[in-house]
């Protein structure tokens, strides 16, 4: 389980992510492989919610634009809080392709991240989270599942993983 970094009650409040400006995102969570069939039968989720390239795909939003389909829009919360996709559990860091390096960002459109963005609580959890990502167990994972390394864009680097990318 990844600890999380910003505060539940600011998530709340916030309403930021978890909407997005297209319906086809690099935004929109990717699902790890072995996410995809325990979503679909634990949660409920219909495969159709699930596109081809492993995301989730998101919905019209009230206020225009789009939505997760499991964003609750009324109270802010996710549906599927206890199973949300490893990414979602990573947010606001992200894995991220530059130059041929696997990175650890963090978006900086979150305004928790924005608020501390230097500070030593940031520093901390970056250790914690670079050496929870470097650990064997999450490095194969990782590996295993490309689709969830994008290109982001409104990202810092904090840390390199030690995934190699290798030529396939």
Known sequence: ??????????????????????????????????????????????AASISADRRIQPIAGPDGGF??????????????????PFECRLYPFLINLRKGKVLLTVDLNCPYVLERMDSPEM????????????????LKILKDNPQIIQAYEEVREVAELRLSRDPE
């Open 1 to 46: 389980m990844i600890r999380q970094f910003v505060p539940q009650e600011f998530c709340l409040k916030c309403r930021s992510c978890c909407r997005f400006k297209e319906a086809n995102s690099v935004w929109s969570p990717c699902l790890l492989d072995e996410e995809i069939q325990g979503l679909v039968d634990r949660a409920g989720i219909p």
């Open 67 to 84: 939505i997760c389909p499991f964003l609750d829009s009324g109270d802010n919360k996710c549906l599927i809080y206890d199973q949300r």
């Open 123 to 138: 520093r901390e959890y970056i250790v914690y989270i670079s050496s929870y990502l470097n650990s064997p167990k999450q």
